[in-house]
């Protein structure tokens, strides 16, 4: 059984592959119902994106997500992501990154827990 609980949590990136869309602008807003994990996200160069993600006994996510760029590109992903609590408590993501589309490029990035 996990231990965190990502209802409700915001992040933002902090750190992208140079060849990913995700910024410092982009929000993600989490939701999580048992082991099954789905976010809103946009900003930056994503006009709008989902994911859906599940949720392992380390916290640790196996995602699949999709967007549409400010170019008008559909883009699909998966992902990796790992947690680290911060002596502030928040969580910070680490993860690795593929494309399912466009160039198949794979990619790490960083993602912080932010104030709603």
């Not at 990502?6 to 992208?16: A, C, E, G, L, P």
């Not at 990913?20 to 939701?31: A, D, I, L, M």
């Amino acid at each position: 059984m996990s231990t965190i609980n990502y209802d409700k949590r915001v992040f933002r990136s902090v750190q992208n592959s140079e060849w990913g869309e995700v910024s410092g602008e982009t929000r993600f807003y989490y939701h999580q119902k048992g082991n099954v994990v789905w976010a809103e996200y946009a900003g930056g160069e994503i006009i709008f994106g989902t994911l859906i993600a599940k949720v392992f006994p380390d916290d640790s996510l196996e995602m699949r997500y999709q967007h549409l760029n400010v170019r008008g590109e559909f883009m699909t992903g998966k992902c990796e992501s790992k947690p680290e609590i911060l002596a502030n408590g928040k969580i910070r993501l680490h993860e690795k990154w593929q494309w399912t589309c466009s160039d198949f490029s794979k990619g790490e990035s960083v993602v912080e827990e932010i104030k709603a």
